[in-house]
């Protein structure tokens, strides 16, 4: 159907920009603000939901919490850290809340005085993150939320005259801060949008075109989640016509395209995951820490996503104070001591097309080219471990990545399947660089069933 709002392209893009980003593979995500201070807690009582929501899930009167602001010091912050931990956990982007559902902006806006320039740390965190990361070589990012529980103007749903005036403010200050935002930091390569599923966003299609049209004019190259959009219809996402409308698919939140799908590296994608099962903010409770999830399961994650050729975005809750939960960098330094050895298989790597899905891991492949990676992430108890190659391809050697260097001789079972002997090879998260050739001809003919 004719959309004017809709997908402004049908096939994946193809610039220099957008490629970098595909070849990134593994990102950090950062979620921080006023509410890593509560960390889930408030009146002396654990909230178990999502520690960026507690405002609600606490029901805390909005100037009760904007008063938090003024407890905002953040003396233990040093932007050059996080973003030598995040070089050393093998990131290759960062994206950082700018402003999430509570409205509290870590620059100094000048749209809004609720804002990081007015609290006793008094500083643009946005500014010295994006200067420190790319100091080391880390692209940024910006995550920003529409949904603004701190406006005045901000509307769920638009039911009467006064909602539609109120709520066109509210979006003309949203536009006020993303081109605040693109002037202020011209060096980020894209914008994560969020807080676009209420009715009063999706009947403003035009508006978010709008916003991907203009951050692009300013920032050429530029690249915006589709969780951004809305079409002409209210439809998200995908328009109307399912077309994906941004450059990539934002919609994998806390979970990974189960089962193994091939269709889905039809678009490019980026599904983001947070450390504990369900707080994107930092929460200092027992209900946070116990879901924790381990290096091997992030490991295999980033496996995973590779081998589909999307994006894994890592999140981090810095606390309240600034500084990095030593449990968060412990797991970021084991995850990047894994890429440092096995990156070959991850970075610009993607789907290993016509190899079919192994179950014990992931194939993945550099396009257009032959070298096809095995990473084994599901242990065999059998320590033995079954390839299926394509029809008319043989397997000649497999290299272990880590050193020290160990090349296992396939055993060919029949035609295309090959099989290792693991033997006693440590229960880490192996990668094997497959050497492969054309079948020769084979030595032997089919017996006629005719004959
Ligand atoms: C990355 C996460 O993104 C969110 N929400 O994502 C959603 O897509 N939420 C959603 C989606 C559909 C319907 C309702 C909510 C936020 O609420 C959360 O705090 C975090 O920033």
């Given at each position: 159907m004719e959309l004017n709002y809709g997908a402004s392209r049908q096939q994946p893009r193809q610039d220099a920009a957008m490629q970098r980003f595909r070849e990134h593979r593994f990102g950090q995500f950062v979620h921080w603000g006023l509410y890593a201070m509560p960390?889930?807690?408030?009146?002396?009582?654990?909230?178990?939901?999502?520690a960026e929501f507690l405002q609600k899930t606490a029901n805390i009167p909005e100037p009760e919490w904007a008063e938090l602001a003024q407890q905002f010091s953040a003396e233990a912050f040093d932007a050059d850290a996080w973003a030598a931990l995040a070089a050393r956990s093998g990131v290759k982007y960062?994206?950082?809340?700018?402003?999430?559902?509570?409205?509290?902006?870590?620059?100094p806006s000048q749209y809004t005085d609720f804002h990081s320039g007015n609290t006793p740390a008094a500083r643009d965190f946005i500014g010295e993150l994006v200067a420190a990361y790319q100091r080391?070589?880390?692209?940024?990012?910006?995550?920003?939320?529409?949904?603004?529980?701190?406006?005045?103007?901000?509307?769920?749903?638009?039911?009467?005259?006064?909602?539609?005036?109120?709520?066109?403010?509210?979006?003309?200050?949203?536009?006020?801060?993303?081109?605040?935002?693109a002037q202020r930091y011209p060096s980020v390569k894209g914008f994560w949008f969020d807080g676009t599923w209420d009715e009063s966003v999706k009947a403003n299609g035009r508006w978010t075109w709008e916003?991907?049209?203009?951050?692009?004019?300013?920032?050429?190259?530029?690249?915006?989640?589709s969780r951004l959009r809305a079409d002409d219809l209210g439809a998200r996402h995908r328009d109307s016509n399912g077309s994906l409308m941004g450059d990539y698919e934002s919609g994998y939140e806390r979970r990974l395209p189960d089962p193994w799908d091939r269709s889905v590296c039809e678009q490019d994608w980026e599904a983001c995951m947070t450390i504990p099962q369900a707080s994107w903010g930092y929460h200092a409770g027992p209900w946070a820490k116990r879901t924790r999830k381990s290096a091997a399961e992030l490991i295999d994650m980033i496996a995973h996503c590779t081998s589909l050729s999307g994006n894994f975005l890592l999140n981090f809750g810095p606390r309240g104070d600034g500084s990095i939960d030593p449990e968060d960098a412990a797991l970021a330094e084991q995850i990047g001591n894994w890429l440092a050895q096995n990156g070959a298989a991850i970075y610009g790597k993607g789907v290993a097309?016509?190899?079919?899905?192994?179950?014990?891991?992931?194939?993945?492949?550099?396009?257009?080219?032959?070298t096809v990676y095995a990473v084994v992430t599901k242990w065999p108890t059998a320590r033995r471990l079954r390839l299926?190659?394509?029809?008319?391809?043989?397997?000649?050697?497999?290299?272990?990545?880590?050193?020290?260097?160990?090349?296992?001789?396939?055993?060919?079972?029949?035609?295309?399947?090959?099989e290792l002997e693991l033997g006693n090879s440590s229960e880490e998260t192996l990668v094997f660089e497959l050497t492969t050739a054309a079948a020769e001809e084979q030595s032997w003919t089919e017996p006629n069933p005719d004959v």
């Open positions: 960390a889930g807690y408030w009146q002396g009582t654990e909230y178990r939901f999502a960062a994206t950082f809340t700018t402003k999430h559902h509570d409205g509290f902006c870590l620059w080391h070589g880390i692209d940024v990012y910006l995550y920003y939320s529409v949904l603004d529980w701190h406006h005045p103007d901000w509307r769920y749903r638009l039911e009467s005259a006064e909602d539609q005036q109120a709520f066109k403010r509210y979006l003309d200050f949203a536009m006020n801060q993303l081109v605040e935002l916003v991907e049209q203009r951050l692009k004019e300013l920032i050429p190259g530029l690249i915006v989640s097309t016509n190899w079919s899905y192994p179950g014990w891991g992931y194939y993945t492949q550099e396009a257009d080219s032959e299926q190659l394509p029809a008319g391809e043989r397997l000649l050697a497999a290299t272990l990545l880590r050193e020290p260097a160990l090349q296992l001789n396939p055993q060919e079972l029949e035609t295309s399947l090959f």
